[in-house]
RNA sequence: GGGCGAGUGGCGGAAUUGGUAUACGCGUUUGACUUAAAAUCAAAUGACCACAAGUCUUGAGGGUUCAAGUCCCUCCUCGCCCACCA
């Protein structure tokens, strides 16, 4: 069950090499034989217990001190386990909840599982095994895992999505909305996956028109079916969602997504009246962000999915013409109608439609290049201001008129369309003569005061499909009674709980597998106790993931979804770690939380402070890390080869910085284990000094001090400014001018030594917290060093006694000087000309010298 | 077509307001230890050049400056996102 093997055969066989020849270094190595070795897979194990034992990551509303919230997105226990990719998004969110904790923070960072879902469904369409069995044995290896790395989170806050505990108040929250008139049943048409055999949010269609989960080569294109849905209205909240990303503390690129997503556009709603084939009395509305240009329409365009053109379309001459070109429209796909250049279309012959300004009759043409989903389908199309209406109308000999006055300029693209703006309206009845922008004023007031149209702002956005047809998911609370209709199920009822069922296999009628288990869908109505049926629809797993950081808060809480206090005391979280669902989560979750505090319920309105996304880690061979390329990497491979979690760990956060993608090196772990082993070894030898009363003044360990103070000053620093690789090079380097300074000078028991060694444990805590944990207690603590220790550095041991000026002459270093701190420009100069190498450039007087304190001097001859 | 990123050794990547490019790690090479290998420790490692000296080097080309990976202009490549958006 667990994952499949053979394609990971390679990297397994090498990990066993390398598990080999530790072993053997740890029998035969030259180090003393009483020294206590470095062996991870001793030390962690204990640690971890010793933690579990302790509750030490275990957290309470403490009032008293500053929380900090920090949580990885939830996993999705799929059935090949956690790869060293994924990894990545632990390792990070674990060194910032660390951080906090050692700087003495009350730290909660958790961990749950999204465990509704396809896979889970279509593993038991497969196999038989029901999705209940197959997930708690995907989840007993994820936490397998993450337990084996030495995460902190607090386990006591675990669960998974797929309990009825949980999805119980999963319920609850469809409940909330359906009482604020925020979730709604309705026909549209929607994107239907004909392998998932399930309908799909657009945020789950991908840009080549397929399904998120079938995105192959041999997989079809999603299509369009008419389905009624469950929807929530996120529509309600676009408006002040759109307002609120720009001063969040989230990546650039993500809000501008969000901001592409909600695609907010202010423009006009004109109404044209129809004329001709009956239709009359019927009015065709438009979208346009150019109300200005309206004088210029010479035709309307109706998407070939317009309910007009069905209509009226068979109504005319040219019906059949009409019906071909629409039945060939709608079998494209959207995106091959975007790939076209060249614009088709047909006329419908006999319907014409009244321009509301002057009156003229204009013609009416079905066109793919309008497109259903946006606007109302339908546009007015002014060739003489637009580039597309005027390939159209030059193709079809339709009429062009130009509605500003351009002059002597004839080339649109370069210099009608960038100047666009600047021209006077012309051709515009009683507005010629106004510019742009008071034009678009006195039209638009024109249109209102006549009673066609008015100002709107329209959205991209769509409200938020919640409803599939299958089986593993949370059922939609609600049922069907003949007389009182559609009714909520009261909230003591919930909740609804999933049927047992043999059969997985969908029907592909619109209809999950729930609907043939007559015993479940026939229930009773909650007002009138008569015989009613259940809704066989479940919600998607991202209203499950949409209410989950609350949950963490009161994981247990029987009585409500969470205690709004509580929530309070740990929300807005401070920081959010994934690097996915840039749009869709990303998306529900701010506006759940918006809701949660219309409904009294919240009180920040921004759910995430800090939204940390980070890159992928593809395979070693360049290519997106997955089972189905046998290029994944089993951190427990590596973990159990004797590398350890901690040596994973560090080289997890050591590849790159954390937003960047970049690609996996099994030479990387083996790399930072000499790093930890290096930082043993150094700590298991001062240990066995005997401790020396040293009579020698602190300056005489000027440098040992001063290797621990600039370590804990970039540590620190690189911590809180999220630069892992960088605070993990400067412990490197800390360690490596330890060993110079110990095969230099003497190694002793010394205060030097230990504050040094007792910074670094502290130090190395968020990377490798259990090596950290073991030579803190080596070096004679008691508690753990992950509560509330974290060094402080001073300043007066990073100030330098000598500094090295680069010289400069004429711009090329030819030499460096090294003068004693704070030497003044006439010292610095008279040392560098000292200096015979620069003296040979320098001929005579320089022309100028350039002084940077502490830097360089700089001579121009 | 539009928007946003990014191009630095053999590789992953460092580099305050412009101020000694290549920190740290991997890899490679040498030495110590060892019967031997591994491990460990010490050291070398951008290119050209036998060495020194010197020259060149941050995608390409120009510019500003005493000084440019960093600022400005032109261009190339790659990645991501959006896209007949009315």
Redesign the pocket.
């Known amino acids: 069950m667990r994952r499949s093997r053979e394609a990971e055969q390679d990297v397994h066989d090498g990990t066993a090499n390398e598990h080999r020849?530790?072993q053997?270094?740890y029998r035969?190595?030259?180090?003393e034989d009483h020294m206590k070795r470095y062996e991870p897979n001793i030390i962690e194990p204990k640690w971890q217990a010793k933690w579990a034992e302790d509750n030490t990551y275990g957290v309470t509303e403490d009032t008293s001190k500053q929380k900090i919230y920090a949580s990885p997105m939830l996993p999705y226990p799929s059935g090949t386990g956690l790869h060293t990719g994924h990894v990545r998004n632990y390792s990070i969110t674990d060194a910032v909840a660390r951080f906090y904790r050692q700087k003495g923070f009350n730290t909660m960072s958790n961990i749950a599982w999204d465990a509704f879902g396809l896979p889970a469904e279509n593993f038991a369409i497969k196999t038989g095994t029901p999705p209940a069995v197959s997930t708690a044995n995907n989840i007993a290896y994820f936490k397998k895992q993450l337990l084996r790395l030495g995460m902190s989170y607090d386990w006591s806050r675990e669960f998974d999505t797929s309990d009825p505990e949980y999805y119980r108040w999963t319920q609850w929250v469809f409940s909330l909305m359906y009482k604020r008139g925020l979730a709604y049943k309705a026909e549209k048409q929607q994107w239907w996956c004909d392998k998932c055999n399930t309908v799909l949010a657009d945020e789950q269609v991908?840009?080549s028109g397929k399904c998120w989960r079938h995105e192959g080569a041999d997989d079809p294109e999603v299509t369009k079916k008419s389905v009624n849905q469950w929807f929530f209205k996120i529509t309600d909240y676009a408006d002040e969602i759109l307002e609120s990303t720009d001063a969040l503390n989230w990546p650039?690129?993500i809000k501008?997504?969000q901001k592409?997503?909600i695609?907010r556009?202010e423009?006009t709603v004109v109404e044209f009246d129809l004329k001709g084939l009956g239709a009359d009395k019927v009015k065709l509305d438009?979208?346009?962000?150019?109300?200005e240009t309206i004088f210029g329409v010479t035709f309307m365009?109706l998407?070939p999915e317009h309910p007009l053109v069905a209509e009226y379309g068979q109504l005319a001459e040219n019906s059949e013409e009409i019906d071909a070109y629409v039945q060939k429209a709608i079998r494209k796909s959207?995106?091959d109608?975007?790939?076209?250049?060249?614009?088709?279309g047909v006329k419908i012959e006999g319907l014409s439609a009244i321009n509301p300004m002057n009156g003229n009759e204009i013609e009416v043409w079905v066109?793919?290049?309008?497109?259903?989903?946006?606007?109302?389908?339908?546009?007015?199309?002014?060739p003489g201001e637009?580039q597309?209406?005027f390939?159209f109308a030059t193709k079809y000999n339709i009429p062009v008129v130009f509605t500003t006055d351009r002059g002597e300029f004839t080339n649109y693209q370069e210099e009608i369309k960038p100047n666009k703006k600047a021209f006077m309206l012309a051709n515009s009845g009683e507005f010629d003569g106004m510019n742009f922008e008071d034009g678009r004023k006195a039209i638009i007031e024109k249109i209102v005061s006549i009673g066609k149209g008015e100002a709107r702002v329209?959205y991209?956005i769509r409200d938020w499909l919640i409803s599939r047809q299958r089986y593993w998911g949370a059922p939609v609370p609600i049922v069907y009674c003949e007389e009182h209709g559609e009714k909520l199920v009261p909230e003591d009822q919930l909740p609804v709980r999933l049927p047992e069922v043999d059969n997985y296999v969908p029907d592909g009628k619109n209809s999950s597998v729930l609907a043939g288990v007559e015993e479940w869908v026939n229930t009773t109505c909650p007002v009138c106790g008569k015989p009613a049926k259940r809704e066989t629809d479940t919600m998607d797993g991202y209203v499950c993931s949409t209410w989950y950081l609350h949950r963490y808060t009161d994981a247990h809480n029987d009585k409500q979804a969470f205690d709004p206090e509580k929530a309070n005391y740990w929300f807005p979280v401070d920081f959010y770690f994934g690097g996915d669902h840039?749009?869709a989560h990303l998306l529900y979750i701010r506006f759940f939380q918006k809701v949660l505090c219309d409904a009294g319920l919240a009180k920040d309105r921004e759910p995430i402070k800090q939204l940390v996304y980070n890159?992928y880690i593809n395979a070693e061979d360049g290519r997106k890390m997955s089972k189905s390329l046998g290029n994944t990497v089993d951190p427990m491979d590596i973990i159990e080869s004797g590398y350890g979690a901690d040596a994973l760990r560090v080289?997890e956060l050591?590849?790159?910085?954390y937003d960047?993608?970049?690609?996996w090196?099994s030479?990387?772990v083996?790399?930072?284990?000499?790093?930890l082993?290096?930082l043993w070894?150094l700590t298991q030898e001062f240990i066995e000094q005997p401790k020396v009363e040293s009579s020698k003044p602190k300056d005489q360990f000027r440098d040992i001090y001063k290797v621990a103070h600039t370590a804990i000053k970039k540590v620190t620093q690189d911590l809180e400014s999220l630069?892992f690789?960088?605070a993990?090079?400067?412990?490197?380097?800390a360690?490596?001018d330890l060993?110079?300074i110990?095969?230099k000078d003497s190694y002793s028991n010394t205060d030097a030594w230990r504050f040094a060694l007792e910074s670094l444990a502290q130090l190395i805590g968020p990377f490798a917290p259990h090596i950290a944990e073991e030579l803190w207690h080596e070096l004679g603590h008691k508690d753990s060093v992950h509560l509330g220790h974290w060094p402080e550095w001073d300043e007066k041991y990073l100030v330098k006694n000598s500094?090295?000026?680069?010289v400069?002459?004429?711009?090329?270093?030819?030499g460096?000087v090294e003068v004693p701190a704070g030497a003044d420009q006439k010292t610095v100069e008279e040392a560098a000309r000292a200096n015979g190498?620069v003296a040979?450039?320098i001929t005579g007087d320089p022309k100028?010298v350039?002084f940077?304190p502490n830097?360089?001097i700089?001579f121009?001859v």
Do not use: C, H
């Open positions: 020849k530790l053997q270094n035969r190595g030259n180090k991908n840009a650039e690129k501008t997504m592409n997503w695609g556009s423009g438009v979208f346009t962000t150019a109300v365009v998407a959207e995106l109608r975007e790939m076209e250049k060249v614009k088709t066109a793919d290049y309008v497109m259903m989903g946006y606007g109302s389908g339908a546009i007015m199309a002014v637009d597309r209406d390939d329209q991209k840039a749009v890159g080289f050591f590849i790159a910085p960047q993608d970049t690609s090196n030479k990387g083996p790399g930072t284990y000499r790093f082993n290096r070894t630069s690789n960088t993990v090079a400067a412990m490197m380097g360690v490596n060993y110079l110990k095969v500094v090295v000026y680069a400069q002459v004429n711009g090329k270093v030819r460096e190498k040979s450039y100028k350039i940077v830097k360089l700089s121009v």
